[in-house]
């Protein structure tokens, strides 16, 4: 069974402090995604990157940087949280190819007070 | 436009009945198109994938319509278990990156 894990189910931060998710997969995919899911506006892409050391933005990616040092991690991070990053964070990874499937991990339910 | 549209429900259907759900999409170049089932604050889970016209599992059936640009899931004899919300999304294969729809939410009742 492919296994993406995300580091933390849930996690409280104060605004200005920086934030660290993490997500591993053991799959040895290529690519891997973070996302963050709000109601009404469904799942919307962060960043992704499709090797180690490279990243592309996705539709959101203000406020966000990420790392991929390794080809099974990938890191989000927020530099300064702020509330309006308050959501449910995922991660995904997939091989290459236009029939790649999306494996998510459980997520991250992070609240910025 | 958004890239993947769906209609968000909520669809409330009886036990044993059939519900169908559609989806369109804007790019016209796609390729890979799938269902995602996701439960209440769990995280999104393979239902389907389509990559020619159609795909059946059991009692869930994928259909594709290129000339129109749109997908559909057909759930026949529904359960109670089919309960979620049930999210169509797009490789429009410009790239790796994904689309999603913001979800249909279906509540199957006894």
């Known amino acids: 069974d492919v296994k993406v894990t995300q580091s933390s189910r849930y996690l409280v931060k104060r605004t200005g402090e920086k934030v660290f998710l993490e997500c591993v997969q053991d799959?040895?995919?290529?690519?891997m995604f973070w996302y963050r899911q709000d109601p009404g506006l469904g799942l919307r892409l962060i960043y992704f990157s499709y090797d180690v050391k490279m990243k592309e933005k996705g539709d959101i990616p203000e406020g966000y940087s990420v790392s991929r040092e390794k080809k099974e991690r990938f890191s989000l991070i927020l530099e300064s949280a702020s509330t309006n990053q308050t959501s449910m964070y995922l991660c995904a990874s997939s091989f290459g190819g236009p029939k790649n499937i999306q494996y998510f991990g459980a997520g991250t339910r992070l609240s910025v007070l | 436009r958004k890239e993947v549209e769906q209609d968000p429900g909520p669809f409330n259907v009886p036990e044993g009945a059939t519900v169908a759900f559609n989806c369109t999409y804007s790019?016209?170049?796609?390729?890979?198109f799938f269902w995602y089932r996701q439960d209440c604050r769990k995280e999104p889970k393979l239902l389907m994938s389509v990559y020619s016209s159609g795909n059946e599992d059991g009692r869930f059936t994928a259909q594709l319509n290129r000339a129109s640009q749109y997908i559909s899931l057909l759930i026949r004899d529904s359960k109670l278990s089919d309960s979620a919300t049930y999210l169509c999304?797009?490789?429009?294969?410009?790239?790796?990156?994904?689309?999603f729809g913001t979800g249909t939410s279906l509540t199957v009742i006894p």
């Open positions: 799959m040895d995919h290529e690519n």
């Open positions: 790019n016209s170049a796609s390729q890979s």
């Open positions: 999304v797009v490789n429009p294969n410009t790239g790796n990156q994904f689309y």
